[in-house]
């Protein structure tokens, strides 16, 4: 839809990195980079927003991702009720902004959480 984006992947697992890949191509979705690595090994990358699942915790994430981030860059994370403890271990230097969302058809509460640095 945004072909002007340039959008990276990052799936450590080999499997999953393959499959993203295979689609890009049957897609023929060229603004898409695959890269099978785990986000703590990327060094020559750097990205406006990082977008991620609840994979890490909001401070791990922070301290394992933020040298992909560029100046005045962000995460962008989905998380669950619990966030509100996570923030508790954060640094006190990044701003957060957050926004309840509903899933659709269900009573799920997640949160979308802005961390900026």
């Known amino acids: 839809v945004r072909t002007e984006l340039r959008i990276a992947l990052i799936e450590p697992s080999r499997k999953k990195s393959a499959f993203l890949a295979h689609l890009k191509r049957e897609l023929s979705l060229k603004n898409i980079d695959v890269i099978n690595s785990r986000v703590e090994d990327i060094k020559d990358r750097k990205f406006d927003i990082a977008v991620t699942r609840a994979l890490f915790s909001i401070a791990d994430m922070i301290k394992?991702?933020?040298?992909?981030?560029?100046?005045?860059?962000?995460?962008?994370?989905?998380?669950?009720?619990?966030?509100?403890?996570?923030?508790?271990?954060?640094p006190g230097?990044?701003?957060?902004?957050?926004?309840?969302?509903?899933?659709?058809?269900?009573?799920?509460?997640?949160?979308?959480i802005k961390i900026s640095l």
């Open 64 to 90: 394992n991702a933020r040298h992909i981030l560029k100046e005045k860059g962000f995460f962008i994370l989905n998380k669950g009720p619990g966030y509100a403890d996570e923030l508790k271990n954060i």
């Open 93 to 112: 230097n990044v701003t957060v902004e957050i926004l309840p969302a509903e899933l659709p058809c269900t009573t799920v509460q997640r949160y979308i």
